[in-house]
């Protein structure tokens, strides 16, 4: 399966920003959801595991969803800070595979 | 605080093999897998597999089932990723990563190895 992934997105400081992540077969909820940042030159870090819960440490601005209905998953960012700029991917798996997502750039402007 | 360190940069030439290592600390080293994840120049995140280190177990992904080879050393909390046959394009930044069964969720990841192919 794939999960499919905006390339960009955009948006100001202080406003909400939400980036989709579309699988193309299987349940979205049957497999968990995990979402990371991964910033120039640094490791992936997790902002969003298990489809909504946060690590600690990331703060609550970040939260993670799934909607069963478009079975996709999304991570919605408020009071955006210039400090998420980064990209962004998601990855979930079946029985034999993980998969991330393409990854989407967030450029806070 | 609970992290994996990985061993530092390589530089290869075509058909060579490469082993990148990753060493866990602060936690129960079996009580979890270690996936290894790749980046190319300008591209996404690739799985490549993972092994339980309680009792040697992989599961690879399809792709690279025929190159590779992951291993681990429970004495020293250590995981190692052996690619052969290295082409131009698995110029890459390899990372490892603690990872959770149940979820498959990736966390800590290590610093990242970057491994150059080039003749």
């Known amino acids: 399966f794939m999960l499919t992934q905006p390339h960009s997105v955009s948006e100001s400081p202080g406003k909400t920003v939400t980036i989709s992540c579309t699988r193309s077969s299987g349940n979205i909820g049957h497999n968990y959801v995990q979402w990371y940042q991964r910033r120039p030159g640094s490791a992936p870090s997790t902002v969003i595991y298990?489809?909504?819960?946060?690590p600690s440490g990331v703060p609550d601005r970040f939260s993670g969803s799934i909607d069963r209905s478009s079975n996709s998953a999304s991570l919605t960012i408020s009071g955006l800070k210039i400090e998420d700029e980064a990209d962004y991917y998601c990855?979930?798996?079946?029985?034999?595979?993980?998969?991330f997502g393409g990854g989407t750039k967030l450029t806070v402007l | 605080q609970v992290q994996v360190v990985q061993s530092g940069a390589e530089l290869k030439k075509p058909g060579a093999s490469v082993k990148v290592s990753c060493k866990a600390s602060n936690y129960t080293f079996t009580g979890y897998g270690v996936s290894w994840v790749r980046q190319a120049p300008g591209q996404g995140l690739e799985w490549m597999g993972w092994?339980?280190?309680?009792?040697?177990?992989?599961n690879y992904a399809q792709r690279f089932q025929d190159r590779v080879t992951m291993t681990a050393d429970t004495s020293a909390n250590t995981a190692f990723l052996e690619v052969r046959s290295l082409r131009y394009d698995d110029t890459a930044i390899y990372y490892c990563?603690?990872?959770?069964?149940?979820?498959?969720?990736?966390?800590?990841w290590g610093q990242g190895t970057l491994v150059t192919v080039s003749s």
């Open positions: 990855q979930s798996y079946d029985s034999t595979d993980v998969v």
């Open positions: 092994i339980t280190p309680y009792n040697g177990d992989t």
């Open positions: 990563a603690r990872s959770f069964g149940t979820s498959k969720w990736f966390d800590p």
């Open positions: 298990e489809n909504n819960q946060r």
